[in-house]
């Protein structure tokens, strides 16, 4: 007898939004279902992966699958690489369908949902999975001040980065895009919010659902399990009834981009973050993610920067074994390597 179809579950919005910490909360709060990742990272490291792999639910302490296997598209755009990349990882899954309760991809904050759902509607892939739901979350605090994100500036960098998006669409068509597919809208960092603010977010954004498609509030991402998951809303039977601002577009030429790695040894933190703050103003850089060796820590630094801002924190623990070295990618446009590489020089710890 034919089994019920498994559930996938497309988590989508700007970013800053908050997406992998709602990914966080859910694989967190799993309650036994085994849930398979797809993380759409943009760059050749796996970072958001890597990220989710610090939270200890995706793989063991040796990075072997635990509770189910973290897939990391790198190619751009997962809705955009759904022919190179996201079948063969469906189909992966496919062959796995016992091991697997339920599904969630994901998306790059620029990604447009409508094509990713659409996929869903391929023979070899509608036989064995539906989309459950599409979530897309809002952050609240920014749309309150008219904006899409914390920081606009940031994502159009990244929009215009990604040579698999339209880089002539404004950003508001592609917020407009991302709740025109969505079956849930979290609007997200609620806590940020007064009553008014939130009120004004919950009118904007009702202004471009259906009237059926509810708005919740969250902070950091911390829903029921039941209201996330489970909808059973079967997307991809009514996707290509939603308008989107892409329904008609042709194919379009795109600027070039570079996306590139370098390794280092261990480096003096301050010195790090002035170099790179250096780097972006003096070159084109859209993104930096990374992680960081600190002399004398045993824990490995998280490095992530966009436009000029930089976060960084210590996620874990640098395993028994795994060499303790620096790792960056850094995403832009005319980037040479030798000479950031020649810079980032500069923030190497001073040896013994």
Not at 69 to 78: H, K, M, P, S
Not at 193 to 204: F, G, H, I, K, S
Not at 240 to 262: G, K, N, Y
Not at 272 to 291: C, D
């Amino acid at each position: 007898m034919q089994s019920a179809k498994i559930p996938v579950t497309i988590v989508t919005g700007f970013l800053g939004s908050g997406k992998t910490t709602l990914l966080r909360h859910i694989l967190g709060n799993a309650e036994g279902k085994r849930i398979a990742v797809i993380v759409n990272e943009f760059g050749e490291l796996g970072i958001d992966g890597e990220i989710l792999r610090g939270c200890g639910i995706g793989c063991d302490d040796e990075g072997n699958e635990r509770e189910g296997a973290l897939y990391e598209l790198a190619n751009g755009c997962v809705c955009c690489t759904v022919q190179e990349e996201f079948q063969p990882v469906m189909l992966q899954l496919a062959a796995r369908r016992g091991d697997i309760d339920a599904v969630i991809i994901e998306t790059s904050g620029l990604a447009l949902p409508k094509p990713l759902v659409q996929a869903f509607q391929w023979p070899e892939i509608a036989n064995v999975f539906t989309v459950d739901a599409v979530v897309t979350v809002v952050d609240g605090p920014a749309a309150a001040s008219g904006q899409f994100a914390e920081d606009t500036d940031a994502v159009d960098a990244q929009r215009r980065a990604d040579p698999n998006l339209d880089h002539e669409s404004p950003l508001h068509e592609l917020f407009e895009d991302q709740l025109s597919a969505a079956d849930l809208v979290v609007l997200n960092k609620s806590d940020l919010m007064d009553d008014a603010a939130r009120a004004q977010v919950e009118a904007l954004v009702r202004a471009e659902i259906p009237a059926e498609v509810k708005i919740v509030a969250a902070s950091q991402g911390k829903l029921p399990l039941a209201l996330l998951l489970g909808q059973g809303r079967a997307a991809e039977t009514t996707i290509d009834q939603r308008t989107s601002h892409h329904d008609h577009e042709e194919d379009h030429d795109h600027d070039e981009f570079d996306s590139l790695v370098i390794e280092l040894a261990a480096v003096d933190r301050d010195r790090l973050i002035a170099v790179l703050e250096e780097l972006v103003a003096a070159h084109t850089i859209y993104r930096i993610k990374g992680f960081v060796a600190i002399p004398g820590k045993p824990m490995r630094l998280l490095v992530q920067g966009v436009g000029q801002r930089f976060d960084h924190h210590f996620d874990r623990a640098w395993r028994e074994g795994e060499a303790k070295r620096t790792q960056l990618v850094f995403i832009g446009e005319d980037l040479d390597e030798a000479v950031l590489r020649e810079a980032l020089q500069g923030a190497l710890a001073a040896t013994a």
